[in-house]
Nanobody, 124 residues
């Protein structure tokens, strides 16, 4: 079982940047693809970005493509989400998770070991 802890959220003005971190416990981190999801108040959780086990392939939701960058450092058991040009509609709780099965990186049901999440608030 991998335990995940997110950090780096906060309050930022529109157009600003934040970098989220997700630190994993356990030796098997490097064998998992990882994903970031977000959930805004009153809305369902949605896919944001994912990265394969080596970091060589990244996947993004259309709404964040070109603004967000996912990366990982397997030596540090950490996956990052660099968020630039933030918009008020990016406001949400951001959570990371391990991809534990399935084919599609954007499918929430393919992920497990969810972190507790970190709040990102973008003011206009």
């Amino acid at each position: 079982q991998v335990r995940l802890v997110e950090s780096g959220g906060g309050l930022v003005q529109a157009g600003g940047s934040l970098r989220l971190s997700c630190v994993a416990s356990g030796r098997t981190f490097s064998s998992y693809a990882m994903g970031w999801f977000r959930q805004a108040p009153g809305k369902e959780r949605e896919f944001v970005a994912a990265i394969n086990w080596s970091g060589g392939n990244q996947y993004y939701a259309d709404s964040v493509k070109g603004r967000f960058t996912i990366s990982r450092d397997n030596a540090k058991n950490t996956v990052y989400l660099q968020m630039n040009s933030l918009k008020p509609e990016d406001t949400a709780v951001y959570s990371c998770a391990c991809k534990v099965g399935g084919t599609y990186y954007y499918a929430e049901t393919n992920y497990g070991s969810w972190g507790q999440g970190t709040q990102v608030t973008v003011s206009s």
